[in-house]
Structures are given as structure tokens and as C-alpha cells.
């Protein structure tokens, strides 16, 4: 079954937008068996939309398209397939109500202009927006303009708040009627960090053999800091056979593996530390505050996350985390004695199970000979002991604050968890 | 003159990756006064990107294929392309050099597997990576396969590090030779926050009518917290006329206008602390480190950001910031009082010229019907004055944090700078 995704927006040929629409979709659809297969994006014109959407119709038995159904002279999506299917556009009463009272609920005039995202597309389904005003659509193409078998064709309005409870609670169960997957379809992704990618896949790769062989599809996919492998498998044995190299991968990567799924290495440590009605402070240099931003990304985080401190300054670390001026003298702020009292400082200064800190060189400039750009200590520190990394991480200032929290957050998880194979 | 560019990635199109390669090409090639013209994504399979670059090369002058090139077997792009367009493979000695030479400086093996990145196709430039193994490529491809007069073929490793540089110091002045600008082009973004994008477009599209129907092409760009106002001209009038529209526009917007270009908020509070040698510390409790790690992107800002403190739970802001109990008793955590004591201790503990707070329901948890989920005060304080601020910020934890920071940070540029116009 092919399924082709358009994405409208000249903001996205003018790369003013991040196309984050792409990721989402996609990665919805392939978590519930469906793949797409090609994926397009044109500027806001109609003769840009309509030949794409022509093409897609012309091989895709699910077209998804996104944008263009806003009130503006920009947002044309919704006219111009309707021109190129042949479908009347009329006014739909419940539509305009939702818009009429989406605005009074606000206390908000309603703009004239806002009354064009009521119309629907002849035989069109309508998805209530419930974030906001334009309805997404769905339509049943058949030929000329479908050529194998017919297509459906389904529009969703651009903001992402709008686009995805629409897509969840609308879409997918419109979708699952329509396209049942014809065997029963499983799939599960390890999140590793630790190894890169050549070698994860060099201590899976041969002894999973026998179940890729047997059907079972195995893909990785490293981003800086981390490698997720990911199985699926379709059939009835599909379960099984997802079990059994579930199985087999943790066997093999040990401890490397931090969590499954959706999960990150934030919502981790949050899970453990909940579980074990254990907290955490942390005490941050380099990172300048996005190890604490990650952890306060996760709902529930507040628990046991009690206070970070981003000491970039000597003094801060000084007064705040109680690090000695002998330490900064002899050692520099960059170095191993100085994380350890950074650690130790903040966990005993908030009562902390666990204090975190990292103090580095982010670059671009502040490097030395002995101390080059990229030069990071961190450590955790516990009631009963604390643990110290050196790290040169030698990235630009954004992957480098990234690649030096996750670090540092899998530096607690270890301490978090018992260690069941070294895996490296 | 038409161009294309093209994602190669299974991961893309699992979205298991953002594609943020789309984003930043089309920026910069926007900003060069070349707009891409389509985007297309197919996974890592030899069919579908024959395919897709069949159809970019009927069609395209300039056409940009990124990813694949590495040493894996889902690497296919230098193969695929190469087949199609019957040009033979070799392997060119500088690249296997550059190979060799990467491994050895990092005392690593080199793989077996590496040296298929050797392979120049018959005919192409190579385009070497300072960052990585993979060479890009480019080749002039004519007839039969590019019908419209020949097209530029550039192939870029999938890596933003290694892509980024090759494109801007190889593939840029390539470009720039073979596709020289038949007229001058002025591009100009004007940034704003505190308005919604159809009040942005209410306040200048009228006074700005005479020079859009005069060829100045005007965008509007919205995003949560921020709307961008593009101005594009060509011709020999173009500095001119953008000169003009941006007068006017600022005259008309006031200080909504935060920066220009590619200047993000944080940046423009960076550069306004340091040119008036002054500095800040935060106190962040319901952004959790989100605006320490936004101003620490900045390269240069440890000379203006002294610290920022995460006080998520009130025994951390009654400890790190002297937040009086008896304020947290008699008004609570989210409060007009706590955010001043918050700023105001936060500025007094850490000697800073300016002191930011925030305090706030991040949701899904916490709300009540007096304060619901999305109640947020904040504060900056300097030496003598605190101004606060209430808002009701309806988002997702993640929209939440990123606007209730952008306020923040904006709160305290309109303490920086003389408020030319009201602007609201």
C-alpha cells in the first residue's frame, strides 16, 4: 500500500520553518504498521499543489497533505484540490458554528476573513478542529484521478497543535477501517547511548541473523549521542519473533540499552528516581541549564528534581555550590576536583540523593593546549560515594551542550541501575 | 530557474530523524536569492531515489541530493546516481588518502568498509569534508536526462556538520559561478514578538501596499511567540526599496521589532548586556533551565550571564533565592510577590545588574480553578526597579516553556532598550 505525504508552505522552501510535520506523521504512521514512501513539499501556489497532489493521486492509495486551510490568501490548499478534483465548495452550518463560537469563547471579534475555512469539498468528510478553526478534511478519490483503485485523500490544518489530536483521535481510526493491516504488524526500538553505530550493529548484527533472515527487520539510526535499533516484524509469528530479538539485542548490548520505544534518557532518570522516591540537583556549567531544561520536559519531573544551578561564572560556582577558591587555583574550573565539589556541593546543599555537574570548555573560543575546546568533567555524586568522567567532545556549541548532558544524565542512570553486563 | 532538492533516509521516513536538512538549505539558499522550488524525501532504496532524481533532472537547473554516501550498505546514493546516469566509478586517490589520513589522526582502525567513499563517479568534482570521510560530489549532467539545458547535480554527505561547511565553502561559490543572479537580490527578515501574525499583517500591509505593487515581495512567517516579516526585492531598485520597506515597517511596529536576520531573541539580549557591560541571573522555576540554556547557546555569553538558578520546589526558592516564607504562604509559588522575591534575590545573591523570574503551571498537573494550568508571573528586576508581568500561556509543556521564556527574555530587552514607539 503506497502512502505519499504532502507538505504545503512556502515557509518551508524559504527554510523559515523546521518541517516537523514530516518527523510526526511518519513516525506515527510507522509505529502502527503503515510506511510512507514518499514525502513532498511545495511552496504555497496552486499549480505547485496541484501537480503534486495529481502525482501523488496517481500512485498512492493514502494521501495525507498538510497546510493551507487557514483564512489567509496564503492558504490555498484546500481551493485548489478541490479545482482539481472537480468538487463544489459549500458552506458547512456546523463548521461555521465551531469558528462563530471558537472566537466568542475568547472574547474575540471574528474576522471576517475566518468564514472561508467553512467551506467543504463536495462528499468531503469533515475532522473537527478542537485547538482551532480550520477543519481538516477527507475525501474517497477514485479514477481519472486515482489510477489503482481509489486513494484517500485526507487534508490537515498546519499548526501542530491542531494537526496532531486531529491526526490521533480522528485519522488513525479512519485509516485502521479503511486500511486493515492484513497481517498482524510489531514494532520495538532499543535506545542505546554509549557506542556508535558501526558498533552496535557489529555486536547485533551476527547473531540476529537468523531472525532477519526469517523476516525480521532490523535498522539503526544514530544521532549524535545515541543509536536506536529498531525491530518490526509482520506475520503471525511477528510477536514472537519481536520477543525473541528483544531478547537476544539486550543480551548482547547489556547496559547500553537506557530505555525502549519513545522513551528518552530524561523520561529514564525520571521513571528510575520516581521509582526509588529518589532526588536529584544538579550543578551545571557547560550545559548552561539544558539538562535541567530536558529533565523539566518530562510531566511528573517536579518530583524529583529539586534545583539546578547553572554556575557559569567562578563566583557562582564559589557562593552557589560551595566549591574551595584552592580548587579553582590549583585545578582551573575545568577539571576533576572541581566537578567533584560541584557535585558533592549541590547535592548537600539542596538534600539531594543525587548531585550532578559538568563543567567544560563549549567553545568556540576558551581552549588551551592542556585544556582544548571540547575538554569536559562531570560527575554524580551519592551519600556514598561520587563518580567522575573526563570527555572531549568536540562538536559545535549546540551538539556539544547536548552530547555533554546526555552524557551526563547516562552517568547517573548507571549509578541508578544494576549493572548487568558491561556492554561496552 | 528550478530547483530541487532531495532527502535520502529511511529514517525519514520512519521520522525517526527531523529533517533538518530541508530547513537549512532552503535558508541558505533563500537568502542567496535562490528559492528550492520542491522538496522531496525517499527511503535508502535504489528505486525510489532513481526515481526521484529522474524526475528532479527533467525539470531542474540545479538539483541537491543529500545522504547515502557513507559506508554502509543502506549507503546508496553515489551507487544509484551513478548507475542512472551510466557514469562509471573509480576510486580517486586524494579521497582514499583524506580516509586514511582521518583514521590515523584519531588513532583509530580504518574499516574495510570506508573505502567505498573513495568512489568518485566518472566526471565529478569532488567536494572534500574537512569533518568527516564521505566526499560530496557534483556533476554537470546534460541531455537525455536533464531536458532543460544540463543541470548541476550536488551530492552532500547526510551529517549536518560535514554537510554544513561543504555547502557554504564549496558548493556556494560553485553555485554562485554557474548560476550568477541575472539581478541584484535583497532579502531582509524583520523579528517580532507580542503579536499575533494577522495583527502584524493588519499594522503594515496597507501603509506598505504602494512599494509591494512596486515588486517588494513581503512574507509573513508566524511561530509561537515570534512572527517574522520577510522582504525580498531584485533589480537595481532592490536596496533601495527594501531600505524604504524597512523604515516603514519599524516605524509602524515599534519595539515589537526585537532583531533582524537570522537573530534570535536571546542573541539580541547577548549583544545588548555586553555593550552595556552589564549582566544577569535567573531564576527560572516553570521554564526549568530552558531560558540558562537559551542565552548559553549564544557563543559569549558567560561575559553577561553570571547564573541561573532552577528552583522547581519552594524549599529551593526559599534557600537559593531568600523568597520569605510567609510570601509563599500568603500568595503561593505562582504569584506576583514570589516572582519579585524570586528576581529580586536572584540580582541581590549573584551582584547582577538585571534579574529574571518565572513561575508558573507548566500543566498537565497542578492547575486550580484560581490559578489553572498556564498561569504564569515573571519578573526582572534591576537596581531600581522590578517590573512583573501575568500571562495565561495555553500550550503543551513544551510550547509552554518555550513562549513563557520568550516573554521572559522579552520583558527584559524592553528594560534595555528606549521604547521608540508603543507599538502594540
Known amino acids: ?189 532499543l535506545k542505546t547511548t554509549g557506542l556508535g553505530e558501526s558498533l552496535v550493529e557489529e555486536k547485533i548484527a551476527g547473531p540476529l541473523r537468523p531472525l532477519t533472515q526469517a523476516g525480521l527487520e532490523l535498522g539503526y539510526c544514530a544521532s549524535v549521542g545515541q543509536v536506536d535499533v529498531r525491530f518490526t516484524a509482520r506475520g503471525d509469528k511477528a510477536p514472537e519473533r519481536i520477543a525473541q530479538a528483544e531478547r537476544l539485542a539486550r543480551g548482547l548490548l547489556g547496559d547500553l540499552v537506557f530505555g525502549m520505544d519513545a522513551e528518552q534518557l530524561e523520561g529514564v532518570i525520571v521513571r528510575l528516581l520516581t521509582d526509588r522516591q529518589q532526588t536529584v540537583a544538579l550543578a551545571e556549567s557547560c550545559t548552561g541549564g539544558l539538562i535541567a531544561n530536558r529533565l523539566t520536559n518530562i510531566p511528573g519531573a517536579s518530583v524529583v528534581f529539586l534545583a539546578g544551578m547553572v554556575t557559569y561564572s567562578n563566583e557562582a560556582k564559589l557562593q552557589l555550590l560551595g566549591v574551595r577558591p584552592e580548587t579553582l587555583v590549583a585545578h582551573g574550573a575545568v577539571s576533576e576536583a572541581t566537578a567533584r565539589e560541584m557535585a558533592e556541593g549541590v547535592r548537600q546543599r539542596l538534600a539531594a540523593d543525587y548531585g550532578i555537574s559538568v563543567t567544560g570548555i563549549a567553545g568556540p573560543g576558551g581552549g588551551t593546549q592542556e585544556k582544548p575546546v571540547g575538554t569536559v568533567w562531570m560527575a554524580v555524586a551519592s551519600a556514598t560515594t561520587t563518580v567522575t568522567e573526563r570527555r572531549l567532545n568536540l562538536y559545535d556549541r549546540e551538539t556539544f551542550k547536548w552530547v555533554t548532558a546526555q552524557q551526563a544524565l547516562e552517568l547517573l542512570r548507571r549509578q541508578l541501575t544494576p549493572i548487568s553486563n558491561p556492554g561496552g
Chains 1, 2 share one sequence.
Request: hydrophobic share 40%.
Open 1 to 189: 500500500m503506497r502512502i505519499e505525504l504532502i507538505n504545503t508552505g512556502t515557509e518551508l522552501m524559504l527554510g523559515q520553518v523546521l518541517n516537523s510535520h514530516q518527523q510526526w506523521l511518519c513516525r506515527q504512521l510507522a509505529d502502527l504498521g503503515y510506511t510512507v514512501d514518499r514525502q513532498v513539499a511545495v511552496p504555497d501556489s496552486g499549480p505547485a499543489i496541484q501537480q503534486a497532489v495529481r502525482e501523488a493521486l496517481a500512485v498512492a492509495r493514502l494521501l495525507v497533505v498538510t497546510g493551507g486551510l487557514g483564512p489567509t490568501s496564503d492558504d490555498r490548499t484546500r481551493d485548489q484540490i478541490a479545482e482539481l478534483l472537480g468538487r463544489k465548495l459549500r458552506e458547512d452550518a456546523a463548521v461555521l458554528a465551531h469558528i462563530v463560537e471558537f472566537f466568542r469563547a475568547r472574547q474575540r471579534p471574528m474576522p471576517a476573513s475566518t468564514r472561508v475555512q467553512a467551506l467543504v469539498p463536495d462528499g468531503a468528510t469533515v475532522l473537527m478542529n478542537a485547538q482551532g478553526t480550520a477543519p481538516g478534511l477527507a475525501l474517497e478519490v477514485s479514477s481519472p484521478h486515482a489510477h489503482s483503485g481509489s486513494c484517500l485523500l485526507v487534508m490537515l490544518p498546519g499548526p501542530p497543535r491542531e494537526l496532531r489530536p486531529m491526526f490521533t483521535e480522528q485519522v488513525v481510526p479512519m485509516l485502521q477501517r479503511r486500511f486493515p493491516l492484513e497481517t498482524p504488524f510489531v514494532c520495538r526500538t
